[in-house]
């Protein structure tokens, strides 16, 4: 399985705007046959930082998604949006079969 965490901060001015892009992401990516999972969130403790936690089949889903126009869309429009970098980490996780 891949896992892909995004974190970024969204000013107060951009808000509502991210989270109908955001929401879209959510919801389009959920329907690719290779998503396990994808949920948006915010930091309960800092507001305005905002976390992507996806789950995806394989390397060839996640393949797949990056090269949706939907997907595209959203990396342009996300950009103006964010205050400073955004961060994305990609990491293969093994899982342990059952009696293994």
């Known amino acids: 399985m891949i896992v892909i965490t995004g974190r970024m901060k969204i000013p ?10 955001g929401a879209r992401q959510v919801r389009l990516s959920l329907e690719e046959a290779g998503c396990v999972s994808y ?8 507001p305005g ?3 992507f936690y996806e789950e995806w089949k394989d390397r060839e889903a996640v393949d797949f998604h990056f090269k949706q126009p939907y997907c595209l869309e959203f990396v342009k429009s996300l950009r103006p949006l964010t205050e400073g970098e955004a961060d994305m980490k990609i990491r293969t996780i093994a899982e342990k079969k059952p009696g293994a």
Do not use: P, Q
């Open 12 to 21: 107060d001015a951009n808000r509502t705007a991210f989270l109908e892009i």
């Open 39 to 46: 949920a948006l969130y915010e930091d309960a403790l800092v």
């Open 49 to 51: 930082y905002f976390f």
